[in-house]
């Protein structure tokens, strides 16, 4: 039987993109399925995942009761996968930046890699569009900080477009991740990173979304200027 996939997408008010993103996804492969796992988006995004799901048995639909974070949407993404059969994990956005064109590239990576990270920065190159220069920058230099305080050689370890092989996120405590905001994506590739895993990461092209608004906000950096350092102290004494 054909090893099957997993497209994770997080959803908070993502009603307008939702419909787009979702087809995309699955005309990409056949063993592709998605999950969207939302949580209560008062823009009735849950009501058009649903939608979905009833046009297609190849879309799954997680509700949860209200605005918990982009890690927890994550984690119960994870147990839901791995209690199914699905071979490779992929955490994707919902708002377009993210083109599906590029998952087959990615199921050809992870092949020959545990983890592959979708990059905007590999080898020197910047492939952002449309993000303004402050919010490009901030992006640029925090990847530059979580290398210098972690130690790994991740170029673009704050993007949220990955795919984990099943035994990733089998070796990972799920339960002892904590971050719930971007740092998230720097604290899963950074255990997986730890524990030995084969990671490799292939250039995308990230576009900044059109419809709909940002999730960032002044927490979420401060979360990922602490995290980086909890990482590296529990590293340090062997907690990881």
């Given at each position: 039987?054909?090893?099957?996939?997993?497209?994770?997408?997080?959803?908070?008010?993502?009603?307008?993109?939702?419909?787009?993103?979702?087809?995309?996804?699955?005309?990409?492969?056949?063993?592709?399925?998605v999950?969207?796992?939302?949580?209560?988006?008062?823009?009735g995004?849950?009501?058009?995942?649903?939608?979905?799901?009833?046009?297609?048995?190849?879309?799954?639909?997680?509700?949860?009761e209200?605005?918990?974070?982009?890690?927890?949407?994550?984690?119960?993404?994870?147990?839901?996968?791995?209690?199914?059969?699905?071979?490779?994990?992929?955490?994707?956005?919902?708002?377009?930046?993210?083109?599906?064109?590029?998952?087959?590239?990615?199921?050809?990576?992870?092949?020959?890699?545990?983890?592959?990270?979708?990059?905007?920065?590999?080898?020197?190159?910047?492939?952002?569009?449309?993000?303004?220069?402050?919010?490009?920058?901030?992006?640029?230099?925090?990847?530059?900080?979580?290398?210098?305080v972690?130690?790994?050689?991740i170029?673009d370890?704050?993007?949220?477009?990955?795919?984990?092989?099943?035994?990733?996120?089998?070796?990972?405590?799920l339960?002892?991740?904590?971050?719930?905001?971007?740092?998230?994506?720097?604290?899963?590739?950074?255990?997986?990173?730890?524990?030995?895993?084969?990671?490799?990461?292939?250039?995308?092209?990230?576009?900044?979304?059109i419809?709909?608004?940002?999730?960032?906000?002044?927490?979420?950096?401060?979360?990922?200027?602490?995290?980086?350092?909890?990482?590296?102290?529990?590293?340090?004494?062997?907690?990881?």
């Amino acid at each position: 039987m054909a090893e099957r996939a997993l497209v994770i997408v997080p959803t908070y008010n993502e009603a307008a993109n939702l419909p787009q993103i979702v087809p995309r996804i699955l005309e990409q492969d056949d063993r592709i399925d998605v999950l969207v796992v939302d949580d209560n988006s008062p823009d009735g995004t849950g009501q058009v995942a649903d939608d979905l799901a009833r046009q297609n048995p190849r879309v799954r639909v997680l509700h949860r009761e209200g605005k918990l974070g982009l890690g927890t949407a994550y984690i119960t993404g994870f147990r839901w996968a791995l209690e199914r059969d699905y071979e490779y994990v992929f955490e994707m956005d919902a708002d377009n930046s993210h083109d599906a064109r590029h998952l087959p590239e990615f199921l050809e990576a992870a092949q020959e890699a545990d983890l592959v990270l979708g990059s905007r920065y590999l080898n020197g190159r910047v492939t952002v569009v449309n993000w303004p220069m402050p919010r490009l920058l901030l992006s640029y230099f925090a990847n530059i900080y979580a290398r210098v305080v972690t130690g790994h050689r991740i170029c673009d370890s704050t993007g949220g477009f990955k795919c984990f092989r099943r035994r990733v996120l089998e070796a990972i405590d799920l339960s002892a991740v904590h971050s719930n905001g971007y740092s998230f994506q720097i604290e899963m590739s950074f255990r997986a990173w730890r524990k030995g895993f084969r990671i490799r990461e292939i250039p995308i092209v990230f576009v900044d979304r059109i419809e709909g608004s940002s999730k960032m906000s002044g927490s979420i950096v401060r979360e990922a200027i602490w995290m980086v350092w909890r990482l590296r102290f529990k590293a340090l004494f062997g907690r990881l």
